[in-house]
């Protein structure tokens, strides 16, 4: 199991806004492509010298290949759509392999 995590800073100004359109749409889009099979999106506590407020959104995917097929199909057409968003952000993704998983 892969996980695609993506890491965004939004600026205060338009954090409901944002925050509201994640997760009524674009996480809803990236679930709907078919290629995650859940999505946790958690708020960073640390406070970024930059302001702003910061969340990471991990997508939980099969296989590299399935996120290869993601980034082939559907990452451009998903990232344009946040464009009304534009300078107001800044984002990082980082692939994660689970290497083990325990439950208590």
Do not use: C
């Amino acid at each position: 199991m892969y996980i695609y995590n993506v890491t965004i800073n939004i600026e205060e100004t338009i954090h409901y806004e944002w925050l509201n359109w994640m997760k009524d749409e674009h996480i809803p889009d990236m679930l709907s492509t078919g290629k995650f099979s859940k999505a946790l999106m958690t708020k960073v506590l640390v406070e970024e010298e930059m302001g702003g407020i910061t969340y990471s959104v991990q997508y939980t995917t099969t296989s590299k290949k399935t996120l290869q097929k993601y980034y082939d199909e559907d990452a451009d057409i998903l990232r344009a759509k946040s464009n009304r968003f534009a300078g107001k952000f800044v984002a990082f993704r980082t692939e994660l392999e689970i290497v083990s998983e325990h439950n208590g």
